[in-house]
């Protein structure tokens, strides 16, 4: 029996019920726990949706190039890359929930001295960097956590996935646009103050969580190297696990990571910001419907029907690498949209179901980085490649490489056929 189970077993024993009395019901998923993680969450996400809005805001306000603002959300990913790793570790050696309610804390202040710095002028660029970093350092301390935390308060993982992915898809679409009308209404120091606010609430919150003590929370631990080398171990043990990550390293690098930015140039280049910003809501819209859609399904094979509902992801490359008119463009966001997160809730649900909870953290933190790392890559060469061979054909190129992803992600056997608990 694996560390997972023992988490659920007095919780069991306390549902079974007394002789002679009414069978019980499955058991609810929002009780006290998930329902205050779920407000951590919707809040942290909210507030996260509103930081790339203020620094572009505050900065070039203030009169510094665009490149700034790229710099300042660059350090915030670069911090989160390299410190990730550790972050399992960690979360596995003090708690994933102390060491999230840590990060908070430790973001609070940054946010804090950044909505005063804006309110009352316009701070150095080296603090505004450092402070990013900071909140990178931040958030790769925290993200660890939440992959192992759901399966110890929610009764159905798949199910309190969905639901988060659905909240998280609607803060995605409504913490820029409250940035953007704090923005307007007063200051970019508006949005940080709120962003800070923020770390306050998820903090609270996560403090008022109650969690059932398990072996691995008082367990002797290793040293730091010890565990992150027991974690890889861990990772390779599982050939479904690194065979889906191998693959993912091949989609963020040549798919999605070139996605996001050329979508951004060829869209408002063709159609301008607006159409830009209306086909972004749209594609949160169909991420929500993707949460929805995975609250009714329950496939044998996760992984197989989440590979399938990635086809979506070529359709929408394929619209706008043929200069599709801008409603049937909104049409391939949503599907696209809708296919990610569909995908997400089904890896999400798989990892936190069939890996011990030992090493739950460090897994998602390999899972992270591997991905992140990739992405940024992408993105990075995505100018240049897009500027010497054009926009439409790398696109192109990115939809027939999903469609092989898929088909890898089916044939590798241990992926598809990988059960759902």
């Given at each position: 029996?694996?560390?997972?189970?023992?988490t659920?077993?007095?919780?069991?024993?306390?549902?079974?019920?007394?002789?002679?009395?009414?069978?019980?019901?499955?058991?609810?998923?929002?009780?006290r726990?998930?329902?205050?993680?779920?407000?951590?969450?919707?809040?942290?996400?909210?507030?996260?949706?509103?930081?790339?809005?203020?620094?572009?805001?505050?900065?070039?306000?203030?009169?510094?190039?665009?490149?700034?603002?790229?710099?300042?959300?660059?350090?915030?990913?670069?911090?989160?890359?390299?410190?990730?790793?550790?972050?399992g570790?960690?979360?596995?050696?003090?708690?994933?929930?102390?060491?999230?309610?840590?990060?908070?804390?430790?973001?609070?202040?940054?946010?804090?001295?950044?909505a005063?710095?804006?309110?009352?002028?316009?701070?150095?660029?080296?603090?505004?960097?450092?402070?990013?970093?900071?909140?990178?350092?931040?958030?790769?301390?925290?993200?660890?956590g939440?992959?192992?935390?759901?399966?110890?308060?929610?009764?159905?993982?798949?199910?309190?996935?969905?639901?988060?992915?659905?909240?998280?898809?609607?803060?995605?679409?409504?913490?820029?646009?409250?940035?953007?009308?704090?923005?307007?209404?007063?200051?970019?120091?508006?949005?940080?103050?709120?962003?800070?606010?923020?770390?306050?609430?998820?903090?609270?919150?996560?403090?008022?969580?109650?969690?059932?003590?398990?072996?691995?929370?008082?367990?002797?631990?290793?040293?730091?190297?010890?565990?992150?080398?027991?974690?890889?171990?861990?990772?390779?043990?599982?050939?479904?696990?690194?065979?889906?990550?191998?693959?993912?390293?091949?989609?963020?690098?040549?798919?999605?990571?070139?996605?996001?930015?050329?979508?951004?140039?060829?869209v408002?280049?063709?159609?301008?910001?607006?159409?830009?910003?209306?086909?972004?809501?749209?594609?949160?819209?169909?991420?929500?419907?993707?949460?929805?859609?995975?609250?009714?399904?329950?496939?044998?094979?996760?992984?197989?029907a989440?590979?399938?509902?990635?086809?979506?992801?070529?359709?929408?490359?394929?619209?706008?690498?043929?200069?599709?008119?801008?409603?049937l463009?909104?049409?391939?966001?949503?599907?696209?949209?809708?296919?990610?997160?569909?995908?997400?809730?089904?890896?999400?649900?798989?990892?936190?179901?069939?890996?011990?909870?030992?090493?739950?953290?460090?897994?998602?933190?390999?899972?992270?980085?591997?991905?992140?790392?990739?992405?940024?890559?992408?993105?990075?060469?995505?100018?240049?490649?897009?500027?010497?061979?054009?926009?439409?054909?790398?696109?192109?190129?990115?939809?027939?490489?999903?469609?092989?992803?898929?088909?890898?992600l089916?044939?590798?056997?241990p992926i598809?056929?990988?059960?759902?608990?």
């Open positions: 029996m694996s560390v997972t189970d023992n659920y077993k007095s919780e069991a024993a306390e549902r079974i019920p007394a002789p002679g009395s009414a069978p019980a019901g499955p058991p609810a998923l929002w009780n726990n998930f329902r205050l993680f779920f407000v951590a969450r919707a809040v942290a996400v909210f507030g996260e949706g509103m930081v790339p809005v203020a620094y572009a805001a505050g900065l070039l306000g203030a009169g510094h190039p665009g490149s700034t603002v790229g710099y300042a959300l660059g350090g915030w990913t670069a911090a989160f890359a390299l410190f990730v790793l550790f972050g570790v960690l979360a596995d050696r003090f708690t994933a929930r102390r060491m999230m309610i840590l990060a908070d804390l430790l973001r609070l202040p940054g946010a804090a001295v950044l005063a710095s804006f309110t009352l002028g316009s701070p150095p660029l080296w603090a505004v960097y450092a402070l990013s970093v900071l909140s990178g350092m931040g958030a790769a301390l925290f993200q660890p939440v992959a192992s935390t759901i399966p110890r308060i929610a009764p159905d993982v798949q199910r309190a996935n969905a639901v988060l992915r659905v909240v998280e898809a609607l803060m995605i679409m409504a913490g820029p646009a409250a940035a953007g009308l704090l923005v307007a209404v007063w200051n970019a120091g508006a949005a940080f103050a709120v962003n800070g606010a923020t770390f306050a609430v998820s903090a609270l919150c996560l403090t008022l969580v109650r969690l059932v003590p398990i072996p691995s929370d008082t367990a002797r631990r290793d040293s730091l190297g010890a565990e992150l080398a027991g974690g890889w171990r861990e990772f390779r043990a599982r050939s479904w696990l690194w065979g889906v990550i191998s693959i993912w390293t091949v989609y963020g690098l040549t798919v999605a990571g070139p996605m996001v930015p050329l979508t951004a140039s060829l408002t280049g063709e159609h301008g910001s607006a159409a830009y910003g209306v086909l972004m809501a749209v594609n949160g819209a169909g991420s929500a419907a993707g949460g929805l859609l995975a609250l009714r399904l329950r496939p044998r094979r996760p992984l197989a989440g590979a399938v509902a990635l086809l979506g992801l070529p359709v929408n490359l394929l619209l706008l690498g043929t200069g599709a008119p801008v409603g463009l909104g049409a391939g966001q949503f599907i696209g949209g809708a296919a990610f997160a569909f995908w997400l809730v089904m890896w999400s649900t798989a990892v936190q179901t069939h890996v011990p909870h030992e090493a739950l953290n460090r897994m998602h933190a390999y899972d992270v980085a591997g991905s992140l790392l990739m992405m940024g890559v992408g993105r990075t060469l995505s100018g240049p490649v897009a500027a010497a061979v054009g926009t439409e054909e790398v696109l192109l190129t990115g939809a027939g490489i999903a469609v092989l992803v898929v088909a890898a089916l044939v590798v056997r598809r056929r990988l059960p759902r608990v």
